[in-house]
């Protein structure tokens, strides 16, 4: 009996110290896990936009940032552009393109430490970034762009940074692709025996409390069958934003294929109607 408890004690303590190790693993880890940039990766210049241009800005802390830039046609509004956590610019080319064709301008930020660029990124830093765009904007575009004419558009962890940037800045629409509520909600899908949100202090990525903030018309865009982040993310953070606002759901859509449902003509349509 008494080895029997003793296997007992010893089995629990294993367990524990392998559980322990896999949350520390993951602690060490975080960053490579939310921003799995690939250093040698480099961004092109953006072939296929439009009258699009890269040009440079410096951020706060002098790191210098890469944006894609493409003048509006008249007084058409400018999409600041934020991309998700995986590669480049490069692959948001058919996106931006699009809405390039369509007559709206283009500022799209490539995040440090992607595409081979300078810097290491972090929550603090991306929120930093996207507000360096947000009030450099009238000197990259050459003249005053009012913050009606002013898109924030972000995909994926690149919603999130729309989301907490809108939540400090006015604008005239903002439009949340393949959004999450937290990022450690969506972590803990992927991990549910991990105490993601305890593990991610510094990068939790609350766009719950962030789009309660938000003043100007949302569009939420996800698909039923997004692998990555369940449309229960996507529904919350919906139900929690203000009036006016829009879900466009894609029966079958996937987490990177809402395009090929049609979200980039609903996305078009949308800010149209907002005309």
Not at 60 to 82: K, M, N, S, Y
Not at 92 to 119: C, T
Not at 202 to 210: G, T
């Amino acid at each position: 009996m008494r080895r029997l408890r003793s296997l007992a004690i010893w089995g629990c303590a294993s367990a524990f110290l392998i559980w322990a190790g896999i949350c520390l693993a993951f602690f060490l880890g975080r960053y490579s896990l939310i921003y799995p940039f690939d250093p040698t990766l480099s961004t092109p210049q953006p072939v296929g936009i439009p009258d699009a241009k890269s040009v440079q800005l410096a951020a706060a802390d002098g790191t210098p940032l890469t944006i894609w830039l493409a003048p509006p046609r008249g007084a058409r509004p400018v999409i600041l552009f934020f991309m998700g956590n995986a590669g480049n610019l490069a692959a948001n080319i058919p996106r931006l393109a699009e809405l390039a064709y369509s007559g709206f301008g283009i500022a799209a930020l490539n995040y440090r430490g992607a595409g081979g660029a300078p810097g290491y990124p972090s929550q603090t830093a991306l929120i930093n970034d996207a507000l360096t765009l947000y009030d450099g904007l009238d000197g990259l575009m050459g003249g005053a762009i009012p913050s009606g004419r002013r898109v924030i558009y972000g995909t994926s962890l690149g919603a999130a940074v729309a989301a907490q940037l809108a939540a400090r800045r006015q604008a005239g629409a903002v439009v949340l692709g393949a959004p999450f509520a937290r990022l450690c909600e969506a972590g803990q899908h992927h991990y549910p025996l991990i105490p993601v949100c305890l593990l991610l202090p510094d990068n939790r990525w609350d766009s719950l409390e962030a789009v309660r903030k938000i003043e100007a018309p949302v569009l939420i865009l996800h698909g039923t069958a997004d692998e990555v982040i369940p449309i229960s993310q996507a529904e919350k953070l919906f139900a929690a934003a203000n009036q006016p606002k829009t879900f466009l759901r894609y029966p079958g859509g996937r987490h990177s294929d809402l395009r090929l449902h049609g979200s980039g003509q609903d996305t078009i349509e949308w800010l149209e109607g907002l005309r």
